[in-house]
């Protein structure tokens, strides 16, 4: 079955790093399209990033465009989400999910990111 399995949130400090994984299986991975999206507190869901299957083509939210960077390694079977100059407005649940065509999937479990002093 589907699985997507996000990993590497935390707590961090405004202006600090971090990078999130997630781990796929279930499907032919180097075959789909991915996603971020995010889900702050009592907010409704909001797009991040996406890649194509080849990891070629990349597009980001303006509200974090410049300071994440999504990539994939299809050997590995694992997205990325490498965010940096974390602001207290990136607090969130973030999610990664399978597109097919232009819909969302599959999703993980999502994990959740703290941008706090």
């Known amino acids: 079955q589907v699985q997507l399995v996000e990993s590497g949130g935390g707590l961090v400090q405004p202006g600090g790093s971090l990078r999130l994984s997630c781990a796929a299986s279930?499907?032919?991975?180097?075959?789909?399209?991915l996603s971020w999206v995010r889900q702050a507190p009592g907010k409704g869901l909001e797009w991040v990033s996406d890649?194509?299957?080849?990891?070629?083509?990349?597009k980001y939210a303006d509200s974090v465009k410049g300071r994440f960077t999504i990539s994939r390694d299809n050997a590995k079977n694992t997205l990325y989400l490498q965010m940096k100059s974390l602001k207290p407005e990136d607090s969130a649940v973030y999610y990664c999910?399978?597109?097919?065509?232009?819909?969302?999937?599959?999703w993980g479990q999502g994990t959740r990111v703290t941008v706090s002093s």
């Open positions: 279930g499907f032919a991975f180097s075959n789909y399209a």
């Open positions: 999910a399978r597109m097919d065509y232009l819909e969302f999937d599959y």
């Open positions: 890649i194509s299957s080849s990891g070629g083509s990349t």
